[in-house]
């Protein structure tokens, strides 16, 4: 577990879909790398990415950019089944299974959960400040 769900979710609601997909992609990636989940790097990659720019779509569609807290729960919320499509697929290959990849999905979801909890009051808070305004 680690807080970069939360950071992802953070990022797309700032800032839009394509440095959503951006952060996404490269933060999760990369943490992958210097962490020892290599294996997952492009799983993440791919993965994260998409998720990002989900979040950042969402969020930032009908010129919203962001304001809407309640869209951006939906946007996060939306975005946890790509993830874990992503994940699933990805983890289906490595493991040359369609079974296993089916264990790391309530850990995605606690994930994903926490993510939101972190990213929500960061996100109110921020777009409060005259940067985000």
């Known amino acids: 577990m680690h807080l970069g769900t939360g950071m992802l979710f953070v990022f797309s609601i700032l800032f839009g879909p394509k440095k ?3 952060a996404g992609a490269y933060g ?3 943490f992958d790398l210097v962490s020892g989940w290599t294996l997952w790097a492009t799983i993440s990659l791919i993965a994260r ?3 990002g720019y989900v979040v950042g ?3 930032w569609s009908n010129g ?3 304001t809407s807290t309640t869209v951006n729960v939906i946007a996060m919320t939306v975005s946890i089944p790509v993830m874990l499509v992503g994940y699933y697929f990805g983890e289906s290959i490595i493991y040359k299974s369609w079974a296993v990849p089916l264990a790391s999905i309530p850990g995605n979801l606690v994930q994903s959960a926490v993510g939101i909890a972190i990213a929500i009051p960061v996100c ?3 777009k409060k400040t005259t940067l985000f305004k």
Do not use: N, S
């Open 124 to 126: 109110v808070l921020l």
């Open 57 to 59: 779509k969402i969020a």
């Open 20 to 22: 959503g997909a951006i």
């Open 28 to 30: 999760m990636g990369l």
């Open 49 to 51: 990415g998409l998720q």
């Open 64 to 66: 919203r950019k962001g």
